[in-house]
């Protein structure tokens, strides 16, 4: 199935000691019930290839928590 190619955000990881830029994106989580709450963070999938759109893990992304800190 072809998909467009959808511009994605890039952030530094640490790989081999270096900061390098790679593309992201992020899943938020929604708590539904007789409410709804959008949680602070959620799952940041990230390409692990310089270059890479891939941000799935079956073909070879990665995932990082995401937290949002929030300073009074």
Known sequence: MAQPLI???TA???TNGNAE???IDLRP???QGKDHCVTPGGLTRVAMRKGSYVVNS???GG???TWIVVED
């Open 7 to 9: 511009s994605l955000s």
């Open 63 to 65: 995932s990082k928590d």
């Open 21 to 23: 830029p790679r593309h």
């Open 29 to 31: 989580f929604v708590l």
């Open 12 to 14: 530094p990881i640490l």
């Open 58 to 60: 079956s073909q070879g």
